[in-house]
């Protein structure tokens, strides 16, 4: 949304914008900083975290097994057939985001979004390469070989989730990893170089949907990043002597005399107010506000929140930190720019924000997010330790062989999680002297088959019930295959089907 300059105030001086972000000191600074280094190190370090299966299984505590079409996160185990604990998942997190927007505006965007993250370590390394070798051409060839540094291990880092981590770097090294994870690295590493090290906050101002989402999210008692012109304006230099209803005793409570201050309207999320309690405008004096742009200089996106509330603002908080530094040299309160809502103007102009939690719309996402988690928890905890088909095949129906005994052949497909399930045992009922055998084992078929599961934990096999002549029924007969522990006796599963004989 554009910017609003609010009438009758003089415009701020030019603003020279750094190239690199000032460094800020504050509490919103320590919590980005504390955020940032969780997030990168949750990043960079989940996929060499072990976790013990047994032998033959991969040994990565989070692993994406492509080849095996299964997901790995400690204990749990994942395949497609279990997409709607993803979707329940993905419900939830944008049901949490909205929940958090609602509330308190873009702070997964200042805090937790990727991109932030990202060009939050970028800004941090070029601060340091300046204050080592100053700005120049030296500083320069520094940075871009930081960024590829750092873009080259975001790559390898994300290709680890898909391949065992602590191999990856040596068969990169090799020549010896899969053609998909060079091609990786290099996307990965590209996109890392160009959004974090050049288009930053261009991706926020222009490539991202979220902000032209929001306005649909935000209400008025949503807490958003806003400057208080009522306390701020008209702004001066320090040694412009401060308008008395500031300097006061009696500064932040309503006073009495004078009409009633005017509250011209900001366009956008937030309504601001020029509350000054003179029956006259002071020319001569300034607000708190002495337009020293330092909240303009630290900010990620550039945006000067003294226009209002705008598209580009991300709701770091580090120009409140900025802001709440220059504050306390001057011996003024802080929080001339704070986390507050919309109608913070019609109230005192200390008065902390009040904000109302219980709303209806914050409660419906709260609500949302909630269910979908629940949801999927649900799903979690019941995920089936086996998951078998039999499919029969009917091209023939059956296969009469030369003793007069009736076959069925069915597509046999088993897949488990259980620790420690090396094979199972396969029987069938409400057949009685059905005989079973694999279609690549050799020798007599049997009532009860055991089969060894490989290390992948998965089969896929031909299997063979064979009916003597005498027990074989007319026609279509519901059967049901039933694999069960061989060392338990527990059954596994119950695979409803059929076995088809002669019609007679």
Known sequence: MPATTLQGLAPSRAIARPDIPHAVRGRFRRLKTALTVVLLGLYFLTPWLRWERGPGLPGQAVLFDLPGRRLMVFGLEFWPQD????AGMMVFGAMALFF?????????????CPQTVWSDLFFAVDRLIVRLVGKGAAERRLRTVAWLLIALATGIGFTAYFID??????????????????????????????LAAYARERVCLHMCPWPRFQAALLDRQSLVVTYQH???????????????????QGFGEPQ??????????????????????????????????IDCTRCVTVCPTGV?????????????????????????????????????????????????????????????????????LGFSGYGMATLPPVSAHAEPQRNPPFVQLSDGSVR????????????????????????????????????????????????????????????????????????????????????????PSYFWGPER
Request: glycine share 10%; aromatic share 4%.
């Open 165 to 194: 981590a602590p191999t990856l770097p040596g068969r990169l090294l090799a020549g010896q990893a899969p053609a998909t994870a060079y091609a990786t690295v290099l996307v990965l590493t590209g996109t890392t170089w160009l």
């Open 256 to 289: 009495p005399t004078g009409p009633a201050p005017a509250a011209p309207r900001l366009m956008g999320l937030v309504a601001e107010a020029v509350a000054f309690s003179a029956p006259e405008p002071f020319p001569s004096l300034r607000g708190d506000c």
């Open 83 to 86: 997409l709607p604990i993803a």
């Open 304 to 372: 000067d929140i003294r226009r209002g509330l705008q598209m580009g603002c991300i709701g770091c908080g580090l120009c409140i930190d900025a802001c709440n530094e220059v504050m306390v040299k001057l011996d003024r309160p802080e929080g001339l720019i704070r986390f507050d809502v919309e109608s913070a103007p019609l109230r005192p102009l200390l008065a902390p924000p009040r904000v109302d939690w219980l709303r209806p719309k914050a409660l419906a996402f709260g609500l949302a997010a909630l269910l979908a």
């Open 408 to 495: 069925n052949d069915y597509a046999l497909r088993l897949a488990h999680r259980r620790a420690g399930l090396a094979e199972v045992a396969l029987r069938v009922e409400g057949l009685e002297g059905a005989q079973l055998r694999l279609g690549t084992q050799e020798g007599a078929p049997a009532p009860v088959l055991r089969i060894a599961i490989g290390p992948d934990r998965s089969l896929d096999e031909r299997l063979l019930v064979q009916l003597p002549r005498a027990d074989v029924p007319s026609g279509r007969h519901d059967i049901a295959i039933v694999l069960t522990d061989p060392d338990s006796g527990a059954e596994l599963a119950r695979l």
């Open 230 to 248: 009522g306390r701020g304006e008209p702004r001066g230099r320090r040694r412009t002597p401060l308008r008395p209803d500031l300097a006061g």
């Open 100 to 112: 958090a927007t609602t509330l308190a505006g873009r702070v997964w965007c200042g805090f937790a």
